[in-house]
């Protein structure tokens, strides 16, 4: 039997299930490990010494590498564990997630100071919010294309 | 006996954590959201509970993948402010209440819901800010927090988070508990966390001013109805992260007009409603109900 999963179709989302959890094992533990000041150090002193001495694929390698925050939810990495290389790089949580939208950073405050990301349009894939795939990327990098 | 006297309903985002602890309160950007807790520290002092039962969600901080509890209960003496990549906040040491955060955890667990018993962990900003939030700056070394903390972490960081409906009747179970403590304390029960955000890919960002409203009428007004919203509304109409509201349900369901899951008593008195847009990539919801 499949398991219920009723969030597969809003757009922009991936819901850290049981399934991600089990693929992003690694790469969270990883993350979770820069939580001590000692690990930070090293990390970056030499990220990819550092990230060879965990289980992780080279693909959850990469994407930590390129700092690419949407790559690495995708081979299974979760938000709150991400968020400790935002923070071993001095970066906020606004940036962090800013940075997953294409749009710089002082375009993405300024939309949260405006009131935030409208809903409408973003409910369900297919629909055509500012979130949805051929959307992307938003802000001015989306405009040069 | 001891007795919950009024719910505390507020968002826990991180950066509110750090403005207060970089003096950054009086800035045009967080001057309306702080002044919209300035009645609620002035009611902290008025309304001082013995007891605070703050509930909020762990994010990856003092539970890694290695375990992923639904429901913890802390029962320690104390709890360190965690370093959760930035350095640990300079805020007071929390203090437990061992003897009540171990008479829950017998109650509710023998009302059919399992607890996690945790005995030693670390409290990461999801507690700490709705407790700076309420009591305002303190020193971590000269001052205390005005009183014990009994720490409830639910799991809203893997799916499938509990749902609405059982952080309701878990909240009835809680109440249960607190009311069959022998010594006469004044316990308030805090839900944490939301209201919507999305921290996540290319809908990062997204607020629901209308649905975070609608939901907060019926949490008050309505709270059976509230408990029943599912999962999937809560992360299409408020974001991935916007599922954190659940943990509202649980002081709401403990209020004292609710009993067998209906609302048979009467309503809490509505002592302060407050929202505002953005701290940082979030909606900033804050209530605080009493029982009458």
């Not at chain 2, 970089?22 to 309306?32: M, N």
């Not at chain 2, 807790?37 to 994010?59: G, T």
Request: glycine content about 8%.
């Amino acid at each position: 039997m499949a398991l219920d999963k009723p969030y597969t179709d809003v757009p922009g989302t991936i819901i850290f299930d049981a399934e991600q959890s089990r693929k992003g094992y690694w790469i969270n533990q990883f993350c979770m490990s820069l939580m001590k000041a000692e690990n930070r150090e090293r990390f970056k002193a030499n990220e990819r010494a550092y990230l060879d001495e965990w289980a992780m694929t080279e693909e959850q390698k990469q994407a930590v590498l390129a700092r690419d925050l949407n790559w690495c939810m995708r081979t299974g990495g979760n938000i709150y564990f991400l968020a400790k290389i935002g923070a071993t790089d001095g970066k906020s949580f606004q940036q962090m997630a800013g940075s997953m939208t294409g749009m710089t950073e002082e375009e993405y405050r300024n939309m949260m100071i405006q009131g935030g990301r409208s809903i409408e349009g973003n409910r369900y894939i297919g629909e055509n919010g500012d979130a949805q795939a051929q959307n992307q990327p938003q802000g001015s990098a989306g405009k040069k294309a | 006996m001891a007795k919950i006297t009024a719910s505390v309903f507020t968002s826990h985002v991180p950066a509110i954590g750090a403005a207060m602890d970089l003096g950054k309160t009086q800035e045009d950007y967080w001057k309306p959201l702080f002044a919209g807790y300035d009645f609620s520290k002035q009611w902290m002092k008025d309304n001082k509970p013995d007891v605070i039962f703050l509930v909020y969600n762990d994010h990856a901080t003092a539970f890694s993948l290695d375990l992923i509890p639904t429901f913890a209960i802390g029962t320690a003496a104390e709890y360190k402010p965690a370093d959760e990549g930035w350095g640990p906040r300079p805020v007071p040491v929390v203090k437990g209440h061992p003897e009540l955060a171990s008479h829950i955890a017998q109650s509710v667990i023998q009302q059919d819901f399992d607890l996690t018993i945790v005995n030693k962990m670390d409290v990461d900003h999801g507690l700490t800010v709705p407790l700076s939030l309420m009591c305002g700056e303190l020193d971590p070394v000269k001052d205390a927090w005005p009183c014990p903390v009994i720490p409830f972490a639910v799991n809203v960081v893997q799916y499938p988070v509990p749902s609405g409906q059982r952080c309701f009747n878990l909240g009835q179970a809680i109440r249960k508990a607190i009311e069959s403590y022998d010594e006469d304390i004044n316990v308030h029960i805090w839900g944490t966390g939301g209201m919507s955000h999305q921290l996540q890919g290319a809908r990062a960002g997204l607020i629901n001013r209308d649905w975070d409203n609608a939901w907060l009428d019926q949490l008050i007004n309505d709270p059976v109805a509230c408990a029943a919203t599912p999962h999937i509304d809560y992360v299409r109409e408020a974001g991935s992260e916007g599922i954190e509201l659940v943990m509202w349900l649980i002081a709401r369901g403990a209020m004292s007009d609710v009993n067998n899951g209906q609302v048979t008593g009467k309503a809490p008195k509505l002592a302060h409603r407050f929202y505002h847009v953005p701290a940082s990539n979030t909606a900033v919801g804050h209530v605080i109900l009493e029982n009458t």
